[in-house]
Structures are given as structure tokens and as C-alpha cells.
């Protein structure tokens, strides 16, 4: 266990509907990062948070994802009108302030059918 | 733009053989650089963290070596055992976006009995 939760560890969905995903961090962490991974390749970086302010976004996120990092605690990734291309596993890390130990949650399994 | 590459993509190997993973970097600009393994199907769990300073990191029967002049990487796991059967995963992160990680697409390695 490393002390990042994430929520649900699985989600089946029709496309076209929204799904969220929640982070809960290592508490003392302020900086919070949302990753995507698709079979047979490495997590992509998504998002990340300092604080509850949301400080870079990647291209891969399009205007169908937003997350939000309300009073800098837990984030809550949405996708909006999910496509069968959205299908992957969505990583959630917490790094030391140092930088130097990153702690990855398990991890949310999105399958759009 | 950092690319991180990791050869070969899978490996099988009897028990007791030694385990050689490659990883190589096009951008020597680099904070640090982590081997994470992962589990089908579960988020990561980092195994060895070696600074941009550091030649080589060891714990246990792990050992992973760093030249960042060439862009390259290695894993060295001795003595490997069935349950070191898992995908392993190389990151850099690079001085100009700390905290954000850049991985390879792994490889996937499977130690038979």
C-alpha cells in the first residue's frame, strides 16, 4: 500500500457517458499527478496539480477531460461522452516534496464498450 | 522533446539467470531517473531512484547504473526469480519539469521454474 487510493479500481461504461475518477494523495504531498497508460505502453502524463491550482495540462487531454483539485486534497479526474479510445488505465502519483520517491495509486481501469 | 526507449520489449529467462534491462534517453538534461516494476493489471512500485549526480544505485539483488553523457540505463537483477516476473519500467524526469515523469514502454519479463 502506498498511501494513494484511487476510486473505483474499475469501470466498465457505454460511450457516450461521463465517468469520473478520484485521487485521494498522501495527505502532506502538495503536488498531485494524473497519468493515462494503454496496454503494452508507459503512462503518459496527463495533468498535475500544485496545490488546488492546476499548473500544466498535456495535449493528450482533450476538451472532454477536466479535473479539479478542490482545497488541494483529493482530485476527481471527469471524461465527458467517453470513446472506445479512452479505454486505458488512468495512474494517479503523489511525490515527495524532495521529488525523489514518486508513490503511484493502483490505478482505475476505464473500459468504453 | 525527451524520449525514453527500453530494449528488448520482453525477455524470458530460466530461474537463476541474471536479467539485463536497457533504457536510453535522448535528452541528458535529467533530474533523476527510477526503475518501477509493475504487476499486470496494478499501478507501479518504484525499486531504485539513482540522481543525476549518482553513477549506480543498488538494493538487494537489484542494481541499476546510470550514464546520462550516453543516455543509458541498466537494470541488473541477479539471480532472478519466478516471481520477479512483471514489467519493468524506466522514467526520467528532466530538469525542466520536475515532478513529471517520462517513461518507457517497458519490458516484460517472464522467469520460468
Known amino acids: 500500500d502506498t498511501g494513494v487510493s484511487q476510486d473505483p479500481r474499475h469501470k466498465i461504461t457505454k460511450r457516450g457517458q461521463n465517468v469520473t475518477f478520484r485521487c485521494d494523495p498522501i495527505?502532506?504531498?502538495?503536488?498531485l499527478y494524473w497519468y493515462r497508460q494503454t496496454l503494452g505502453q508507459g503512462p503518459e502524463f496527463l495533468t498535475y496539480f500544485q496545490n488546488e491550482a492546476q499548473l500544466e495540462k498535456s495535449r493528450l487531454l482533450s476538451d472532454r477531460f477536466s479535473a479539479e483539485r478542490p482545497k488541494g486534497s483529493f482530485s476527481t479526474l471527469e471524461i465527458q461522452r467517453t470513446e472506445q479510445g479512452d479505454s486505458a488505465m488512468y495512474l494517479c502519483a503523489s511525490p515527495e516534496t524532495s521529488g525523489n520517491t514518486i508513490y503511484f495509486g493502483e490505478g482505475s481501469w476505464l473500459t468504453v464498450v | 522533446k525527451q524520449e525514453v526507449t527500453q530494449i528488448p520489449a520482453a525477455l524470458s529467462v530460466p530461474e537463476g539467470e541474471n536479467l539485463v534491462l536497457n533504457c536510453s534517453f535522448t535528452d541528458s538534461a535529467i533530474y533523476n531517473l527510477q526503475w518501477f516494476r509493475q504487476d499486470p493489471g496494478k499501478g507501479l512500485t518504484s525499486l531504485l531512484l539513482?540522481?543525476?549526480?549518482?553513477r549506480e544505485q543498488t538494493s538487494g539483488r537489484l542494481n541499476a547504473s546510470l550514464d546520462k553523457s550516453s543516455g543509458r540505463s541498466t537494470l541488473y537483477i541477479a539471480a532472478s526469480q519466478p516471481g520477479d516476473s512483471a514489467t519493468y519500467l524506466c522514467a526520467v524526469m528532466t530538469t525542466d519539469s520536475w515532478g513529471k515523469l517520462q517513461f518507457g514502454a517497458g519490458t516484460q519479463v517472464v522467469v520460468t521454474p
Open positions: 539513482i540522481q543525476s549526480s549518482q
Open positions: 495527505s502532506e504531498h502538495n503536488r
